[in-house]
């Protein structure tokens, strides 16, 4: 059966969305990876530093010439380590959200492991920034049931999974779908010998690109993922500055974040489930 999926409703007069998110994992992976008997070695955690040194800097500088807001995603270590990251964001007009405190990795962790992690941020954030946060993001992406049902306990939004490409519910969470595509990660990440190098930027601008135009005749979401110390270099900063600069000035985008999206979600599924005026729901 071929069939055409529903379109989305976007706010009014709106085509498609477009989120720039963040992952602000610093030096959290490589503190994770090394737990059990850290290196020491310089090169990796040295670039790592790069987005707390330079890159944080130049991504808010990016925002504010677009006019635009982003979500940050930031493990509780991180915000830990840099005090006045949280409420520097904050002030900027950003949103902060949940990243994992430590960046633990799903399958190393138990159920009660992450449910104390995840409680242990939430009090940070508190602490630190006086708001409670209302989103989380998964480090590395994935999710398990417990997870699901904690952020359900919790209140709180997801961004974490690829399920559709607009927002979209799961066991009552209003998602916010990310694209391993669409991140600089596969295409940037690059620690040392052994991997791939990474690709070039004038290349993969053209491609995302692309998928922003698809996502405007599509109408579905275009959810873009970036790293602190990963597309921060001035290259592929302008790189980024020439992607977004047609986005924020098509009217037919919807520039939000995820808790924006998440909102509208939420107030989405409320209103198709409204009865109407004759009982019909």
């Known amino acids: 059966m071929i069939w055409s999926p529903p379109a989305y409703a976007w706010p009014a007069g709106k085509q498609a969305a477009a989120c720039f998110s963040v992952d602000v994992d610093a030096d959290a992976p490589y503190l994770w990876a090394t737990r059990n008997g850290r290196s020491n070695t310089l090169a990796v955690p040295e670039h790592r530093s790069y ?11 990016l925002l504010d010439r677009l006019n635009i807001k982003g979500s940050f995603f930031v493990p509780g270590g991180v915000a830990e380590a840099n005090p006045d990251l949280l409420p520097g964001l904050l002030e900027r007009g950003h949103e902060i959200a949940l990243h994992g405190y430590g960046h633990e990795l799903v399958n190393d962790i138990s159920d009660q ?61 209003s998602e916010i779908p990310v694209r391993w595509d669409i991140d600089d990660a596969i295409y940037f990440k690059f620690l040392g010998a052994g991997e791939a190098p990474p690709r070039s930027h004038l290349e993969i601008g053209a491609v995302w690109h692309s998928e922003a135009q698809a996502a405007l005749r599509h ?18 900063i302008e790189m980024l500055e020439a992607l977004w600069r047609p986005i924020v000035e098509n009217d037919g985008f919807w ?27």
């Not at 409680?119 to 602490?127: A, N, P, R, T, Y």
């Open 255 to 281: 520039c939000a974040t995820c808790g924006a999206l998440a909102a509208h979600h939420t107030r989405h599924v409320e209103d198709s489930h409204t009865p109407n005026d004759q009982g019909i729901s």
């Open 113 to 173: 492991e992450f449910t104390e992690a995840l409680e242990q941020s939430i009090e940070l954030f508190v602490k630190q920034t006086g708001q409670r946060p209302a989103g989380f993001r998964s480090p590395a992406w994935e999710m398990t049931p417990h997870m699901l049902a904690e952020l359900g306990r919790l209140g709180l939004w997801d961004s974490s999974l690829m399920g559709d490409d607009v927002p979209y519910t799961l066991q009552d969470i």
């Open 219 to 236: 109408g579905t979401l275009f959810m873009m993922t970036i790293h602190d110390w990963i597309c921060t270099r001035p290259a592929r």
């Open 51 to 61: 987005g707390m040194r330079r890159g944080m800097a130049r991504l808010v500088n």
